[in-house]
């Protein structure tokens, strides 16, 4: 096992690889932004050091920064979280050549996962399901035509190197398809410095499903259940519950098993999630995360299963301690994602947190960073905390999440605790009926 770990990153995925750590007896280094000095991951660790100012390239996204901290402390493996770093291959590499241990998969794997064409060339290649579309990016504008014709529209232009719905465009018509093409791929451009395009067949109003996985380095592999994560608002998750109420036993048996052979067909290692959409009863391939996710809670309270213990332990060569059939899934969670933003037009709010009161009691766990004094800056994401809870049923859960948010307080700065509220109260929500695009149109009927 390690002795000291170093987290690259920042709030409250921080606080909970420090956690993780600590019940391991792993010390732990934290880095920090000057801004950051006093946040809670800083003062958790048992070191820390300041890597850079606020913005973020110049500090969470420094690696030679990262790195030396890392040397300084003697830490013997880096924690990426998610975000910022996770997911970068050159990282993963830079970590190991310094000799240190990467707490995620091999840079191979990063890299393999994090190209969308690669990715879904080889999940198709192993048996999983993919979205019908171009084989590759499309040189241009007019293989991009030919291929939509093929298809069918509507079509959906997506960037290779995308994330976020950046770079993504909705074509309805062949008329249209000149000025997404190039709106699109100058986007793709300017966020990832790759105006590569390719193009899919849009589903109307699929759910998102996911799938988590956890392997070593010895060939096991398990699936932990789904996730459904369709309550999104411009392509960002707000809220994810498991399991999902469009599935049932047999659906998540055959999607489970059929991800974790092609997981063991690719010879992953550690903790990953397979995205879906989902329409019709068919399953689509759209990506693969090869890090811990935010809504990773979810499935640790009807599993019992701590993901990042595991991610750790895989990482430090241990192999897994559960197989498939020691896998149990009791009642229902979900999460809700408590973001320092305005409840109806999403507007940042940096500030000081005035006042700050948890909710608490049976099944209620809440993921933060914050406290009483905290300043919420400005340069980063404006993800305040996770409110899980976990019920016997889904009725349950909605109950004990609608009570859980009411106890919460955090004032000082706006929340998005009274769009939760909204959710929970809404007849389509409560009887499970939504999809991809359902918050979007109720949002905009509100307007």
């Not at 850079?52 to 402390?73: D, F, K, V």
């Not at 959409?277 to 759209?286: N, P, R, S």
């Not at 059939?325 to 933003?341: L, Y």
Request: net charge negative; proline share 5%; hydrophobic share 40%.
């Amino acid at each position: 096992m390690f002795d000291k770990v170093l987290i690259a990153n920042r709030g409250e995925i921080a606080v909970r690889i420090n956690r993780a750590c600590h019940e391991l007896g792993i010390k732990t280094v934290a880095v920090h932004s000057t801004i950051d000095a006093e946040a809670m991951h800083a003062r958790l660790a048992d070191e820390s050091v300041c890597i850079g100012p606020p913005q973020a390239r110049e500090s969470y996204l420094n690696i030679p920064a990262i790195i030396a901290a890392a040397e300084i402390t003697n830490a013997d493996a880096i924690h990426p979280g998610y975000g910022f770093l996770a997911e970068n291959e050159r990282f993963a590499s830079i970590v190991e050549e310094h000799g240190l241990a990467f707490i995620g998969p091999t840079p191979e794997h990063i890299g393999m996962m994090g190209d969308k064409i690669r990715a879904k060339e080889t999940m198709k290649k192993a048996g999983v399901p993919v979205v019908p579309g171009s084989d590759g990016p499309v040189a241009n504008e007019a293989e991009a035509a030919e291929v939509a014709a093929g298809i069918g529209f509507p079509v959906l232009l997506k960037a290779v190197a995308g994330g976020g719905g950046r770079g993504m465009k909705v074509v309805r018509s062949a008329d249209q398809l000149g000025l997404a093409y190039s709106t699109a791929r100058a986007e793709a451009q300017a966020a990832f410095g790759n105006g590569s395009m390719y193009v899919e067949k849009l589903l109307e109003r699929p759910r998102h499903i996911e799938i988590q996985v956890l392997a070593d380095q010895y060939g096991n592999a398990v699936h932990l259940g789904e996730r459904d994560c369709s309550l999104q608002r411009r392509h960002q998750k707000i809220l994810e519950e498991a399991p999902s109420p469009a599935l049932n036993i047999e659906q998540r048996d055959a999607i489970g098993m059929r991800v974790v052979r092609a997981i063991r067909a690719l010879g992953y290692r550690g903790v990953g999630t397979i995205e879906f959409l989902y329409e019709h009863g068919q399953f689509y391939f759209i990506e693969m995360n090869t890090r811990i996710q935010v809504e990773h809670p979810v499935t640790e309270m009807i599993t019992g299963i701590d993901l990042v213990r595991e991610q750790i332990r895989v990482a430090a060569g241990a192999p897994l301690a559960y197989k498939q059939e020691d896998i149990r899934f009791s009642g229902h969670a979900i999460e809700c994602r408590v973001n320092a933003e305005h409840p109806r037009t999403f507007q940042p709010s940096p500030g000081e947190v005035s006042g700050y009161h948890p909710p608490g009691g049976l099944g209620v766990r809440v993921d933060s960073a914050v406290y009483q004094g905290y300043r919420v800056p400005p340069h980063y994401d404006s993800l305040l905390a996770k409110v899980i809870v976990h019920g016997q049923s889904r009725n349950e859960c909605l109950m004990r999440m609608r009570r859980a948010l009411g106890e919460f307080v955090i004032s000082g700065v706006e929340t998005t605790v009274p769009l939760h509220l909204r959710l929970l109260a809404n007849p389509d929500f409560a009887n499970g009926d939504y999809d991809v695009a359902w918050l979007e149109r109720l949002l905009a009927a509100e307007a």
